[in-house]
């Protein structure tokens, strides 16, 4: 049954949520009632919602009176019900001037929130959704709404695919990553290798706004230095990555690697940036995935370029996978994955205990003995 989940996420059957085709289709028509953006991609949650403001709010004037922002930041005076409440009246407004306004929610930590949070939000939703003049768009970063192969089969998914229109926006391939990164240049009139491409996603662990901010800073380079084509070369020496951007690479490799010291080194760096412990389970659970299949790869005789295309790396890291796993247990990468979930079931219902969690699933996991 595991690996069932595992190869329904990995495939992309996400017959449950709208679509990023879909909300195009809509977007080139009358749009209207409520969606959730979701999933890790943070950079096109943004791109989209600067299409759908540019789609509702056409007058400048009219604009303020059309336009609500309901933030559900910690930093806000109100309590959440109050929050709530304001939601509400922001969603049965009746619009000025025009035939629809924009209602905008975001930093609502729904990952933490509570089962009457979740109902309320829900109940909102769908009010949002019957209304006829009135687009609404919940944006879940990252961190507020972990995304993991087991997010499509979870009821809080459910319960927001019944009140709204969910779009999941995932992490590009480094290969559709570069792809993107080419058009850019070349309307620059610059080009930029494939190996340059590649290495640059690898960089930037194919986060569209990391990789977004290091193109004004390869132009200024070529210009300066007269050259129209941008390699591998001048992307390492120019573009330089963020502690931010390092730590999931560290965790990365040292997850692979299964040793304990660096991970918890990795992990204990996370946490100074701020992330949460759901949000670092996440990306062990993935880790493991990814190993998964790697080990299922490299039994059935496939090729590391094999591995690379199903879970979306570079062939360098997929082989790098089928090494790592060459001696390690099926049956151990699986109790690995189980033993994440059972994990990020008691941080959802023990929040306050969450970094004694974390550590004990790493204890659990790594120690040499449960190596064996």
């Not at 009139?189 to 290091?214: K, P, Y």
Request: with cysteine; glycine share 4%; hydrophobic share 45%.
């Amino acid at each position: 049954m595991e690996a069932e989940l595992i190869m329904a996420y990995t495939q992309k059957t996400k017959s449950a949520s709208y679509g990023e085709d879909k909300l195009l289709s809509e977007l080139k028509g009358d749009i209207g009632g409520a969606f959730v953006f979701l999933g890790d991609e943070d950079y096109m949650k943004e791109e989209y919602l600067k299409k759908i403001r540019e789609k509702v709010l056409v007058s400048d004037w009219l604009d303020p009176f059309n336009h609500f922002i309901i933030s559900f930041s910690s930093l806000s005076s109100l309590s959440q019900d109050e929050m709530f409440a304001r939601l509400s009246d922001a969603i049965e407004a009746v619009p000025m001037g025009g035939e629809k306004k924009l209602v905008e929610v975001k930093d609502l930590m729904l990952s933490q929130a509570s089962p009457k949070a979740v109902d309320t939000l829900v109940s909102i939703l769908k009010l949002a959704s019957s209304s006829e003049d009135t687009v609404t768009v919940l944006i879940l970063r990252e961190n507020e709404f972990v995304c993991d192969y087991r997010t499509e089969s979870s009821p809080l998914f459910k319960k927001l695919v019944s009140a709204a229109k969910v779009v999941k926006f995932d992490l590009y391939t480094p290969e559709k990553l570069a792809s993107w990164e080419k058009k850019y240049f070349s309307s620059r009139g610059l080009e930029i290798t494939q190996t340059a491409a590649l290495t640059l996603a690898d960089m930037c662990a194919c986060r569209m706004f990391t990789v977004n901010s290091e193109f004004l800073k390869l132009e200024a380079y070529a210009e300066a230095n007269g050259k129209k084509k941008i390699d591998e070369d001048d992307v390492k020496l120019i573009c330089s990555v963020s502690e931010r951007e390092e730590a999931p690479f560290a965790l990365s490799n040292a997850a692979e690697k299964w040793n304990i010291k660096e991970v918890l080194s990795a992990v204990y760096a996370m946490r100074d940036l701020k992330k949460e412990p759901v949000a670092i389970l996440a990306r062990f659970s993935g880790i493991f995935v990814d190993m998964l299949f790697a080990k299922t790869a490299r039994d059935a005789g496939k090729s590391a370029a094999d591995l690379a295309r199903a879970i979306g790396t570079r062939e360098t890291r997929a082989a790098r996978l089928m090494t790592t796993v060459a001696n390690v247990p099926l049956s151990k990468i699986e109790s690995c994955i189980d033993e994440a979930y059972k994990t990020d079931v008691k941080l959802k219902s023990s929040p306050n205990d969450s970094w004694v969690l974390l550590e004990k699933f790493i204890a659990a996991v790594y120690t040499p003995r449960s190596l064996l």
